[in-house]
């Protein structure tokens, strides 16, 4: 009996085997897009970091016949109402690099206060079937944004984000600590449970 199959609207291969660690014991196959021949580049234009999840993950699902799994992520700082949010890759424009970003954030930052840089990170994954059912998680860490980027491991903001408990940044704390407190691995562990049902395990 072949297995199940659990698509990712994602190329990123790094993404597939954190997946793949999760499931390992729920016997399901776990694909890329690439893997399935689906060259759809989807326009992630929601307000919410739920509703680009869901438009990827919706969409991907009746193009493939698949059961697809998307989601949708960013850095949210209180003392900037939220913002980067949804535009947190694109921060400091359409080509920003992970550099650009962390300058500007810094930028906006300068004049306040340590206890006031609180944020978090936050991960929302979509679950999608072919038929039309969709299931949403969330996945939070919170902690506050350093006064300068520490750290050589990660990407993104993870020179400048100070997780809750810790005093190192999570450019600081490495792939085994980062991975088992950050945003995505807790939104994992709950997709992991939805996902269990929706194959019947």
Request: a negative charge; charged letters at 30%.
């Amino acid at each position: 009996m072949s297995k199940d199959r659990l698509l990712l609207s994602t190329r990123n291969l790094h993404k597939r085997r954190e997946m793949e660690e999760i499931l390992k014991d729920l016997d399901v196959e776990v694909l890329t897009l690439d893997e399935v021949g689906i060259s759809t580049v989807i326009e992630e234009d929601g307000a919410t970091f739920a509703a680009n999840a869901i438009k990827k993950a919706g969409t991907i699902a009746i193009l493939s016949d698949c059961i697809t799994l998307a989601d949708d992520s960013g850095l949210v700082v209180d003392a900037l109402d939220g913002a980067p949010g949804i535009y947190s890759a694109r921060f400091a424009g359409e080509n920003a690099t992970d550099q650009d970003n962390n300058l500007k954030l810094m930028k906006l930052l300068q004049e306040v206060e340590i206890p006031l840089r609180t944020a978090r990170f936050v991960c929302m994954i979509a679950i999608c079937t072919p038929q039309g059912k969709t299931f949403t998680v969330e996945g939070r860490c919170e902690g506050r944004i350093g006064l300068t980027p520490r750290g050589q491991g990660g990407f993104g903001y993870d020179p400048l984000f100070i997780p809750e408990g810790y005093d190192q940044s999570f450019a600081e704390l490495g792939e085994a600590v980062k991975n088992r407190i950050s945003h995505r691995a807790r939104a994992l562990q709950e997709a992991r449970k939805v996902l269990q049902e929706v194959f019947g395990r």
